[in-house]
């Protein structure tokens, strides 16, 4: 499937929102241009796609944000269908209620405030407050239950103090994902506007996880939207 087809899906998940949006020729925009959609396919396998989708906005700083989703399955449509079924389940419902002053019926992102409290930072003490939308936490196990969950609160608290403590103003956007196999690390990517953010990832691998028997992952999107100035 093209990524034309991609944009109808999303047009369709925008409509099905009750969001006013238009399907144009080369990606999906809300009426108010306050948020836009581009998506784009590689195949990865004979039985696996990569989805990924580009979220552009005038109020994020970076342009575009991208998303990356994989998808597998016997039939290119599985593939694509799983792929995006992680878009909405995860950053989806985060830009439209962060960038598109839409609120579900049942609020998928949560929203709080976050805050500097460093004094060294008074120079931008205007720009010390985010309003964050943060995605659901998405898990992904071979058991029952994920190994990695009850640890992932602890982890969410840590990366606040990092984030409130590092990151200079304006908004931003963080990824987040873990996972381990058989009790052991195998990958720890903490994404901070596309690019990677070392001292997050350092802060995901130093954690105390149970990494749990056969495949864990975990994963989360953040959406930090500076409060009183840019």
């Keep these: 499937m093209a990524s034309h087809e991609v944009l109808d899906m999303i047009h369709g998940a925008l409509i099905a929102h009750g969001i006013d ?3 144009r020729e080369q990606d999906v925009a809300i009426r108010s241009e306050q948020l836009r959609f581009d998506a784009e ?52 419902h985060v830009a439209i209620e962060g960038l598109a002053d839409h609120v579900c019926d049942n609020m998928q992102a949560d929203v709080e405030v976050w805050q500097r409290s460093s004094t060294s930072w008074k120079i931008w003490r205007n720009d010390a407050r985010w309003k964050i939308y943060g995605g659901p936490v998405i898990s992904q196990a071979t058991t029952e239950l994920c190994s990695l969950t009850p640890g ?14 590092s990151v200079p103003p304006g908004s931003h956007f963080v990824r987040t994902f873990l996972a381990g196999l058989n009790g052991t690390l195998i990958r ?3 994404l ?30 953040i959406l930090a939207l500076p409060i009183g100035g840019t």
Aim: glycine residues 8%.
């Design 41 to 92: 396919v590689f195949e990865t396998g004979s039985d696996s796609v990569l989805l990924e989708i580009y979220i552009f906005s005038p109020l994020l700083d970076v342009q575009p944000v991208i998303e990356s989703f994989a998808g597998i399955g016997e039939t290119r449509e599985q593939q694509l269908n799983q792929a995006f079924e992680k878009f909405l389940r995860g950053v989806f």
């Design 152 to 165: 992932y609160q602890a982890f969410y608290a840590k990366l606040e103090k990092l984030f409130t403590a």
């Design 21 to 23: 949006a238009v399907r």
């Design 188 to 190: 720890a990517e903490v």
């Design 192 to 221: 901070l506007d596309n690019a990677v953010w070392q001292d997050g990832q350092n802060l995901a691998a130093g954690h105390d996880w149970d990494y749990g028997d056969g495949y864990q992952a975990i994963r989360q999107v």
